[in-house]
């Protein structure tokens, strides 16, 4: 069982500070030693106390130095390639997070802009004939797929039909027609 979450805060006794600060820094040199010898990978640890002015570094001041130097000769694009950062991580996921919602933003502009339209040529305000042929492609794209959508809402609401069977009967089990449809072509005009 792990040791339980300890809440960060400052320590105001002095004596005490000390104590948690060696404490803390054996741990963590512990860890960096272990991660250096199961992962067959070189690291270091610098620790500077500003107010005193003390430097602690582990393995040694050589090999940390060495270590700097080695990572200071990378290219810059190599250097950059490598670094696995916190705060690069933090901004990489709030950066695909509000891409995500600017994506979603997008979509449902979309989707009131065409249904704006659809509302606009039942009302009158724009006539089929009006529309230029990106608006008449976006039109047909958009009424595809939002019949696709609700034929699959109602499918999943009357999962025993098929999608052969009409929803339209009449008492009989017959299929309503209305003026100017035909059973024979499915509902479209003869002509």
């Known amino acids: 069982m ?3 979450k300890v809440k960060l805060a400052w320590v ?3 004596k005490r500070r000390a104590t948690v600060c060696q404490r803390r820094m054996k741990e963590l040199i512990q860890m960096a030693e272990e991660l250096t010898i199961v992962c067959d990978m070189s690291a270091c640890l610098v620790f500077y106390n500003r107010k005193n002015g003390k430097l602690v570094v582990w393995p040694s001041l050589e090999e940390a130095q060495s270590l700097i130097d080695c990572y200071n ?3 810059e694009t190599e250097r950059n390639m490598k670094a696995d950062d916190e705060e690069s991580s933090f901004i990489k ?3 695909k997070e509000i891409e995500k919602k600017l994506e979603l933003s997008r979509k449902a502009i979309k989707e009131l802009k065409m249904d704006n ?3 606009q040529i039942k009302n ?3 006539m089929i004939a009006d529309l230029s042929q990106t608006e008449i492609e976006k039109l047909k794209s958009y009424a595809s797929k939002k019949i696709a959508y ?3 809402e109602l499918r999943k609401q009357h999962p025993n ?3 052969n069977e009409p929803f339209l009967e009449d008492d009989n089990g017959e299929m309503k027609t209305y003026e100017g449809e035909s059973s024979e072509s499915d509902g479209a005009d003869n002509t």
């Open 161 to 163: 039909t098929s999608g």
């Open 12 to 14: 105001e006794e002095r």
């Open 2 to 4: 792990g040791r339980p």
């Open 117 to 119: 339209l659809m509302l």
């Open 93 to 95: 996921t709030i950066t």
């Open 124 to 126: 009158g305000s724009r």
């Open 150 to 152: 609700y034929d699959r």
């Open 73 to 75: 000769a990378l290219p």
